[in-house]
Every structure is written in C-alpha cells, then in structure tokens.
C-alpha cells in the first residue's frame, strides 16, 4: 500500500499561432488535472482508498470520484 496521502497536479498551455497577409491569429489553449488520494489500513489484511479527480480546459470541466476496498487473504 503506499502512502496515506498522495497528490498531483499537471497543467499545460498551448500557444498556437497563424500568421497571414491579412490577419494574425493566435489562441492560447488550457489544460489542468489534479488528483488526490487518500488510502486507509484497518489491520487484518483489510485497507480502503478515496480518490478524487478534477480535470479541465478552457470551456469544459470534468470531475471524478472513486473508492476502493481490498482484502488480502493471508
């Protein structure tokens, strides 16, 4: 199991450029992630997760949620 709490984040803006006789055209693109976990031991072979996920661009957003149980069998 790793550690009792864990994060990360990620982000990149994109420049893109066009450039004509007539006009200049440049847009400038963003994208973010950032996630985060929580893990829990309860002893005897038993341990949980909570994960939480929030992810998006310029004109959109995305959540994200997920649990987890696991039971090793000794």
Excluded: C
């Amino acid at each position: 199991m790793g550690p009792p709490f864990s994060a990360s984040n990620k982000y990149a803006i994109i420049r893109l450029g066009l450039h004509n006789d007539n006009f200049d055209f440049i847009a400038e693109l963003f994208f973010g992630q950032a996630t985060a976990k929580l893990n829990f031991d309860w002893g005897r072979g038993l341990s949980s997760y909570v994960e939480g996920e929030v992810r998006g661009r310029d004109n959109a957003l995305g959540v994200a949620a997920r649990l987890g149980v696991t039971y090793a069998f000794h």
